[in-house]
């Protein structure tokens, strides 16, 4: 009787195995200043070079990467994510090194150049062996001052196994340098950017799968958010039909928790906002409360002025031999 219960029980097993749904793990990190050690040309990276005054030699830049690496392996219950947006790296190059560091993963990097007064960019990584890369371009964020800024990224990637096509953006909008109020203006024009490259996808394909995800400088509640965008706070088991942006970040920002911390006040800058397609129930849809800031104990600040914050590679011009100042985020997609 015993060996037959044990043969019933794992036949079970199997069966809730198999009638698991598909996964999709996409996650965006603002990665804190990946510079290499070379001075490029036109490029404000002076600091970030062995004689600047970050000392950023070699070694400093290979322990980076490899604490880079060490979170991203830990991501997605040990498999790494299988779609990253990248934020304030300053070439393909070091995105090509960090790519080549995680080695459970076959990553192909998108990038592109922008003319970003700092010298850094935003790009994806996303495991080739999943997806296929159909397209990708750049919008320009054109501000009314001297200074430039990120571009916004927009990579096509098509999934291998049932070709569904899915539409990333990764944002790093202007920063807030200059007072919240006075510096947003330039995170207004770079969600009427990012607006109007969402809805020319919308106008020819009113179920087009699109993450918008990155650094947005701005909180789920803030004008460029919500008004210019049109994003909406994501609610599980809520009717969103009318809802044609929705932001899977929200509610964790109206319950206190952010990604980065700002004279001890927690801020939810980095978000992940999903177009309504991913929320039908039919084919590819975000999980429910999937939305997820991933901290390990090993990143966070224990003591001082900063606990709780992500260690980041510097405080002030002291090298702490860190990962970030922001931590990363995370949705997953399932069917």
Known sequence: MLKKITIIVFLLSVNITSAQTDSLFIASWNVENLFDTLDTKDKNDEEFLPSGSKEWTSARYNRKLANLTKVLSDMNNGKAPDVLGLIEVENKSVVEDFAKTVSLRNY??????????????????FDKEIFELISAYNFAVDLDSNRTTRDILHVELKLKKDEEVFNFFVNHWPSRRGGLEGSEPNRIKAAAVLKNAVDSILNENEYANIIMMG??????????????????????????????????????DI???????????????DQIIIS???????????KCDSFDIFKKDYMITKEGFFKG???????GRK?????????????????
């Open 309 to 315: 914050a992500i260690i980041p590679s510097f405080g």
């Open 276 to 286: 309504k397609s991913l929320d039908d129930n039919n084919g590819w849809e975000y």
């Open 319 to 335: 090298y702490l031999d860190g990962y970030s100042d922001h931590y990363p985020v995370s949705i997953t997609l399932i069917k």
């Open 255 to 269: 319950d206190g928790e952010g990604t980065y911390l700002y004279q001890k006040n927690w801020n939810m800058l």
């Open 215 to 252: 650094d947005f400088n701005d909180e789920t509640d803030n004008k460029s958010i919500k008004e210019i965008l049109g994003s909406s706070n994501f609610k599980c088991n809520d009717n969103h039909e009318e809802n044609i942006l929705l932001n899977t970040s929200a509610q964790r």
């Open 108 to 125: 192909q990097v998108v990038h592109f150049e922008s003319p970003d007064f700092r010298g850094i960019d935003n790009a994806l990584m």
